[in-house]
C-alpha cells in the first residue's frame, strides 16, 4: 500500500506515530535531541515493541514483533539524522506553500442508491448505518 521507499509498518496495523513521540531509546518519555544527543544504529528491543503494541492495543505474532522493531529502529534512526540539520535559517512553513486553496463550485451528482449504499453494511435502521454506541 506504501511506496517501496516506505516500511510497510505505514501500511495495515500501523503504530499511530503519537505513540512512538513517547518512546525513546531508553524508554523514558520523548524529549527533542540536542546535537550530542544523537546516536545511530541503537535498535529498539523486543520489549519496547512489545510496549508500543499494547498502547496500540495491536496482538503482534512473533515475527511482526521482529519486522516492526526492525523498521521501527530504521524510522528513529532517520529522525535521528533529521536532527543533525542546521535549520535556524530556514523559515517556519505551513501548507506546502500553498496562498489559497483551488475551489470549484459546487455541483449537484446523482450519488449511489441507498439500497447499494447500505448493502455492506453490518447493520442498518431506517436507511441509515447502524453502529454500536460509542458510550454505554
Given amino acids: ?74 524510522i528513529l534512526d532517520h529522525i535521528a539524522r533529521l536532527q543533525e540539520l542546521d535549520t535556524r535559517d530556514v523559515p517556519p512553513t505551513t501548507g506546502g506553500g500553498l496562498t489559497e486553496m483551488p475551489l470549484r463550485e459546487d455541483q449537484v451528482r446523482p450519488s449511489l442508491p441507498v439500497e447499494q449504499l447500505l448493502s455492506n453494511a453490518a447493520e442498518s435502521q431506517e436507511n441509515q448505518f447502524k453502529i454500536p454506541p460509542v458510550f454505554d
Avoid: W
Wanted: net charge positive; charged share 15%; with cysteine.
Fill in 1 to 74: 500500500c506504501a511506496p517501496s521507499n516506505l516500511p510497510s509498518l505505514l501500511c495495515g496495523n500501523s503504530i499511530p506515530l503519537n505513540l512512538l513521540r513517547k518512546v525513546s531509546y531508553y524508554n523514558t518519555p520523548f524529549k527533542p535531541f540536542g546535537a550530542s544527543d544523537i546516536m545511530f544504529n541503537m535498535p529498539l528491543t523486543l520489549h519496547e515493541v512489545e510496549h508500543i503494541a499494547r498502547l496500540a492495543r495491536l496482538h503482534l505474532s512473533p515475527e511482526q514483533k521482529e519486522h516492526y522493531r526492525s523498521q521501527l529502529s530504521t
